[in-house]
């Protein structure tokens, strides 16, 4: 079982930056993936990024990169996503979730977080 919490989301202008994090609960986690997602209001939950914990491999869905980096801190068990030059497209509720099967790097994801919000205001 792993335990995710979000935070770091809060209200931004455009072109402005932000850095979410994602505090995982169990010391474990080197062995998992975790990726971060999003959904839009009235939109379906997209994927942003994922990064494998244990070997530090990240992939990025093709429309977010440049602008999103996603990295880890071991000693923290902590994911974050830097966010930078945000639009007001970017504005949606960030998801972290961890996952133990799969392929990397379509993973599936069982363990999700309650997620944090994202507004960017033009």
């Known amino acids: 079982q792993v335990h995710l919490v979000e935070s770091g989301g809060g209200v931004v202008q455009a072109g402005g930056s932000l850095r979410l994090a994602c505090a995982a609960s169990r010391r474990a986690i080197t062995s998992f993936a975790v990726g971060w997602f999003r959904q839009a209001p009235g939109k379906e939950r997209e994927f942003v990024t994922a990064?494998?914990?244990?070997?530090?491999?990240?992939y990025y869905a093709d429309s977010m990169k440049g602008r999103f980096t996603i990295s880890r801190d071991n000693a923290k068990n902590t994911v974050y996503l830097q966010i930078n030059s945000l639009k007001p497209e970017d504005t949606a509720v960030y998801y972290c979730?961890?996952?133990?099967?799969?392929?990397?790097?379509?993973?599936?994801?069982?363990?999700w977080g309650q997620g944090t919000q994202v507004t960017v205001s033009s």
């Open positions: 990064i494998n914990w244990g070997v530090g491999s990240t």
């Open positions: 979730a961890a996952s133990d099967r799969g392929d990397w790097p379509t993973r599936e994801y069982d363990y």
